[in-house]
């Protein structure tokens, strides 16, 4: 329903990350991808840069990395 006391003000950043998983993904989290030795992998993309943001056991760990690496970054583009 697109009522208008339905819809949201967001980011482009955001909706993606609302959105259905690819069946090609390694990780059902955005920013997260499984590597060979089965360790998880969070990168972001900052200004056309892509940033690996460490290497985690846990999938979970890694979505907190980026989503804390994704917050500031979004309150860094808000106060400019």
Request: aromatic letters at 6%.
């Amino acid at each position: 329903n697109n009522a208008l006391n339905n819809l949201k003000i967001t980011t482009n950043r955001i909706n993606c990350m609302r959105k259905d998983n690819n069946k090609r993904n390694t990780s059902k989290y955005l920013g997260v991808s499984k590597t060979r030795n089965g360790k998880y992998s969070a990168h972001i993309t900052i200004e056309g840069q892509n940033v690996h943001l460490g290497t985690f056991k846990d999938e979970y760990e890694a979505h907190l990395c980026y989503m804390t690496n994704s917050l500031n970054q979004i309150n860094q583009e808000n106060q400019k």
